[in-house]
């Protein structure tokens, strides 16, 4: 009895979920995937493709900062949420091949950014934050910067906060 | 310090030592409660030169009619031709080189240019603060007390001010946040956004944070006119935000500056289209607002704020530029002078132009008063003499849209030049029209088989 | 692909499989060591068509003269004035958009510019593999054998020749290194160095990696001319490598291209100048080279490698452009293509003013051919062609530096127009000179009080 075009599909996606689990274990066991759960910077750059990142994070102004600092949430669980999913996807799409070049920041991940400037710098930018521009209680819901070309956020001018990257786009990795 | 002990939970960094409310106007009492900010805004009496823009400071003499004892620099004794380019109108009288805010009331009120002419109250929308006199003669509505203060003459309306722009006129007393106070503003930047498909565009209400640092300042730095019996501003953006089409809407609505006392051209004087022309820049593409240059956030013990005294960016290029452009100082000045040093050179040669067209019209004028030709090229004049204007008023030398201002200034010679040639009956001379109307502006689209191709 | 080969191509980039010496012109051979390279080299003939760049793909029938059965697109018949504009010279019978460095060799060959001149061998030097050929007619000497092929007959030298540019003619075969291998830009870019203060500049020795990125091309994306009865290639770059130096080396030098057969102007053409425009904008500025954005690194398994398939970098936004700038791809084209429509606007009404100038001294001369105000007019045509074609002749229209080619075009108007006037006989016409010549290029400093405070 062949199958119908929803049983196809279903098999079709089991399969390849299957396949990106099983080569996503196979990566972050092999590559060392599992630097996705250290602080060692030098650790992301076990893939080659971070390897320029890492090179431009020792030139540039925060050597205090790890890769982690930057790039997963302040908190228990959210860090390794965040490590979790970074970690399978970036091991997946490493073994895949399938990967934009030049490297692309996500969305998600730029949110997780803006609000990683704020975790170390609040005092210093307090009186640029919108709980003086607005008084309002606003989530640090981030400014679309550079990849978009919307404006600094959306909606009413007191709703959400500066994006730091907008102009601090070299703190990271210093490249030109 | 230890990262960790600086970290802290979100505070207001203020202390509001006295109540504000939107009927303090006085930025001193404002300053009790933002020191820093009110000591920079306090600084914009400072005069100091770069090689196009700031301002020099030079003593004069006060008397009673003009008791400043400080002016700027005159533009016009720095290049005579402005006198002509002109003549008939008040600013061949008195044009100097803008300064820092804390001036603009004083230099106002007793430029010559007040000598020339009955000015409307009209005046003082751009250069004091505005909003509680607005609110107070409009019996709290705004729009009315603007168009209360349009009507009088300006002697009249300048006794209901007492400061130059305020804090009052850029923030809500109580969240800081920025607002447009401004109604010409409100209805001009409604008429553009219209243009760009956004029906009833509510700026208070739909902007952008990031378009309020710069619409704050594109409330006064624009072009306008003043429009009908009642001196309405207004802003003429309707058909879009270029030269090219602020010229088409006057040739639509008929608006004339003045007669040229030369050539006896209708001519039109355009005035600080900065917000205009940084719209066409990539800068304004990129999203980069006037605040980002003109109030670059400054480290003040422990928070950063926002630079309150505006002025040239090229007085704090490492703040103002380096963040972005990680190129040392001199090269950064060096990258805009090249700029402003291209736009000098074009002006030149088109102030040039316009001056023989203008000249010209007056000989021919002189002998036969009634040539066909007159008219033609008249028309050029106006043409040509507010597209170089659109320039030279702006005040960043071509900085805030480098290709732009250049194109500008292209057409304008063109037109000019043009405008010579039909006066004298150049055989086969191409008719006068307004910049760019029947030239191709795109290239058009393959017809041939690599077309479906492209990308 | 798996991840155990990635990690070794980052060990063991390249496997020599061959030896490669200064004598392996066949790049096939070379592509054995660097399949990638030569792959992607072979690419360079895919036609796809940007809004201005790129090229279509027209199918034509072969003929024994011309075996082509595939051309790009005529820029003659897409725009016909320019048949005008280069009337009694062989551009106004064929001239079409240049495609990829695939179609050099036949592009040359079979361009019925060939049928109207007896062209000399040097026209070979940039569109065929030439340093062996070189060296072997020089005896090891490039220069000489350079000399050599000067001075034979097109058809004779291009016996001596087999491939379009190839591997041999950009790269050491032992090192990989970049090389220059055209003594015309050793020579040209001595000059321009010596004028910026840097003697006896030996372009092997004394360019750094990043400025060889850029001279590998400059090679042949220049302006030239063929000095003397020795037909030596020559770049005019001893004044400056901008429009107007050039156009006054030409002036000093006394070169004529041709005489325009409808006005008998003794006129010059320009060729793309992409190296000499490039070098006015702000990317050669931030030093970005030519191969940043026409051949970005590709990656290729675990390593990076340069992509060899030289074409509109509007093919490759991502990898071209965006390295740099982190806006999205239609926004980035987008950019690009406001910036060649400004300038394609000024191109348009720069030509028009030149056909003008051009009809109306063919009309003047024809009622009086001794006229004391030809010779002005001519001028006039002679200066404004060039400029005009600079931007036209320059193949990004106008990306490579937007503001400076809008500059060159708003001089090319100016004298344009201007040399209509004075052939009209216009009282008080500005006289006819090289551009910018007696304009005053930068605003003076101050001499006021504030001068001293200036930073
Ligand atoms: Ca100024
Ligand atoms: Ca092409």
Redesign the interface.
């Given at each position: 009895m062949p199958l119908t075009r929803l049983q196809r599909a279903s098999i079709a996606a089991a399969l390849a979920v299957g396949l990106a689990a099983g080569l996503g274990v196979f990566t972050f066991g092999y590559a060392k995937g599992a630097s996705y759960l250290t602080n060692d910077p030098a650790a992301c750059a076990n893939c080659h493709i971070m390897s320029e990142h890492f090179a431009a994070w020792q030139k540039g102004s925060h050597q205090a900062a790890t890769c982690n600092d930057c790039h997963t949430p302040h908190n228990f669980v959210g860090k390794y949420v965040v490590k979790a999913r970074n970690g399978f996807w970036h091991s997946f799409y490493f073994t895949t091949g399938r990967y934009p070049d030049p490297l692309r920041i996500t969305e998600r991940n730029r949110r997780v950014t803006e609000e990683a400037c704020r975790y170390c710098h609040q005092p210093i930018v307090d009186a640029i934050e919108p709980e003086l521009a607005g008084n309002r209680d606003q989530p640090a819901d981030v400014a679309q910067a550079g990849m978009s070309l919307a404006l600094a956020n959306t909606g009413a001018h007191g709703d959400a906060t500066m994006s730091c990257i907008r102009c601090h786009k070299y703190v990271g990795h210093f490249v030109r | 310090a230890n990262?960790m002990e600086?970290?802290?939970?979100?505070?207001?960094?203020?202390y509001r030592v006295v109540t504000l409310t939107d009927t303090t106007t006085d930025p001193a009492i404002w300053g009790k409660n933002f020191p820093q900010q009110y000591d920079a805004y306090l600084r914009t009496v400072d005069?100091?030169?770069?090689?196009?823009g700031?301002?020099?400071?030079?003593?004069r003499t006060p008397t009673n009619a003009d008791p400043r004892s400080i002016v700027a620099?005159s533009r016009l004794e720095e290049d005579p031709r402005l006198r002509d380019f002109w003549s008939g109108y008040a600013f061949s009288q008195d044009f100097r080189e803008e300064r820092g805010h804390a001036y603009m009331l004083s230099d106002q009120e007793f430029t010559q240019r007040q000598q020339f002419a009955q000015q409307p109250g009209t005046c003082l929308n751009c250069h004091a603060s505005m909003y509680a006199t607005y609110m107070r003669l409009g019996g709290g509505d705004l729009t009315r007390g603007f168009e209360a203060v349009n009507k009088m003459p300006y002697q009249e309306a300048r006794q209901h001010v007492t400061h130059s722009v305020s804090c009052v006129d850029c923030h809500n007393p109580?969240?800081?946040?920025?607002r447009i106070t401004r109604p010409a503003f409100m209805e001009g930047i409604r008429a553009v956004k219209a243009t760009q498909g956004v029906p009833n565009f509510d700026v208070n209400?739909?902007?952008?944070?990031?378009?309020?640092?710069t619409f704050v300042c594109g409330q006064c730095h624009v072009e306008y006119y003043f429009k009908g019996p009642e001196k309405r501003l207004t802003y003429p953006w309707s058909k879009g935000l270029t030269a090219d089409s602020i010229l088409a809407y006057y040739d639509v609505d008929g608006h004339n500056d003045w007669k040229h006392a030369i050539s006896g051209a209708q001519v039109l004087k355009a005035q600080h289209p900065e917000f205009e022309m940084y719209s066409q820049g990539?800068h304004a593409?990129?999203?980069v607002a006037c605040a980002?240059c003109h109030m670059p956030?400054q480290?003040v013990g422990?928070?950063?704020?926002?630079e309150h005294h505006v002025r040239s960016p090229?007085?704090s290029i490492d703040r103002s530029c380096q963040?972005?452009h990680?190129?040392p100082e001199d090269?950064l000045r060096a990258?805009v002078?090249t700029?402003?040093?291209?736009?000098?050179?074009?002006r030149?040669?088109?102030l040039?132009?316009v001056l023989?067209l203008t000249?010209?019209i007056g000989?021919a004028a002189a002998s036969d008063s009634t040539s066909p030709r007159l008219a033609d090229a008249r028309k050029a004049q106006r043409y040509s003499q507010f597209l170089v204007d659109f320039v030279e008023a702006e005040n960043s030398m071509?900085f805030h849209a480098?290709?732009?201002?250049?194109?500008v200034?292209?057409?304008a010679?063109?037109i000019a030049?043009?405008g010579?040639?039909s006066l004298?009956?150049?055989?086969?001379?191409?008719p006068v029209a307004l910049p760019?109307v029947g030239?191709?502006?795109?290239?058009p689209?393959?017809s041939?088989?690599?077309?479906a191709?492209?990308?």
């Open positions: - | 990262i600086r970290r802290q939970e979100a505070r207001n960094p203020f005069q100091v030169r770069t090689r196009y700031g301002s020099e400071a030079l003593p620099q109580e969240t800081m946040a920025l209400r739909d902007a952008t944070r990031q378009e309020m640092r990539v593409r990129s999203g980002d956030y480290r422990a928070m950063k704020i926002s090229l007085l963040t972005c990680k190129f090269e990258r002078e700029i402003q040093d291209r736009t000098f050179e074009l030149n040669i088109a040039d132009a023989e000249r010209n000989a071509g480098p290709q732009e201002a250049a194109r200034l292209g057409h010679i063109d030049r043009k010579q040639n004298h009956g150049v055989v086969g001379a191409a760019g030239a191709t502006r795109s290239r689209a393959s041939g088989a690599g077309a191709e492209r990308k």
